[in-house]
Every structure is written in structure tokens, then in C-alpha cells.
Nanobody, 122 residues
Framework: QVQLVESGGGLVQAGGSLRLSCVAS????????MAWFRQAPGKEREFVAT???????YYTDSVKGRFTIYREYAKNTVYLQMNSLKPDDTAVYFC????????????????WGQGTQVTVSS
């Protein structure tokens, strides 16, 4: 059983930056595809970014060029570096892990964290 714990959320002004962290335990971190999703109030959970253990990455169009997903294997941690934040980025951000390869579908991921709130003020 894999446990995922996110941190790093907070309140930031538009144009600012945040780095989210997700620490994984209880599994073989290097064998999982990791992803970030987000859910804004009243909206469905949506895909943000995913990173395969082989180094491949994929982003939703709205965050390309602004967000970067990357891992630190020694710490079993995946990060989401978020730059040039916009009010539309406000949401609860969730970390996810799976073994089916990169996907923008939340059903492809088996394990989820509890989420961390990101609020971007205008």
C-alpha cells in the first residue's frame, strides 16, 4: 500500500510561485508513474501533469511553460514547481501514483494523497 502526503500549498499573489511536494512511502517509488491533479470548488477533478519513471512528462495545455513536474528519487518525492500563477490555478492539488503509464485520466492512478490547497489572489 502506497501512502502519499502533499505539502507546500498556500496563498500567493498572481504572478508568484509555489512548489508542491509529495512524499511517497510503502511502495517502490521508482516504478510508479506520478501525477498531479487539481479540483476547484464546484468543478471536477482535472489533470495537471504526469511524470513517468523513465523521465517522460506530460502537461495539460493550461499549465505548459509554467509548471514543471520532477522527482527526487533519494527522497521518494515528486514536486510540482508552479510559476507565473494565475487566479484560475486556485484549487486543491492532489498527488497520485499508478502503474499504468502516463495518463490524464484519474482512474489510471491507484493511490492518492489528501490534497493541499493553493489559492492565487488577483
Amino acid at each position: 500500500q502506497v501512502q502519499l502526503v502533499e505539502s507546500g500549498g498556500g496563498l500567493v499573489q498572481a504572478g508568484g510561485s509555489l512548489r508542491l511536494s509529495c512524499v511517497a512511502s510503502g511502495g517502490t517509488f521508482s516504478s510508479y508513474t506520478m501525477a498531479w491533479f487539481r479540483q476547484a470548488p464546484g468543478k471536477e477533478r482535472e489533470f495537471v501533469a504526469t511524470g513517468h519513471w523513465n523521465g517522460g512528462t506530460y502537461y495539460t495545455d493550461s499549465v505548459k511553460g509554467r509548471f514543471t513536474i520532477y522527482r527526487e528519487y533519494a527522497k521518494n518525492t515528486v514536486y510540482l514547481q508552479m510559476n507565473s500563477l494565475k487566479p484560475d490555478d486556485t484549487a486543491v492539488y492532489f498527488c497520485a501514483a499508478g502503474t499504468r503509464g502516463m495518463s490524464r485520466t484519474h482512474g489510471a492512478y491507484d493511490y492518492w494523497g489528501q490534497g493541499t490547497q493553493v489559492t492565487v489572489s488577483s
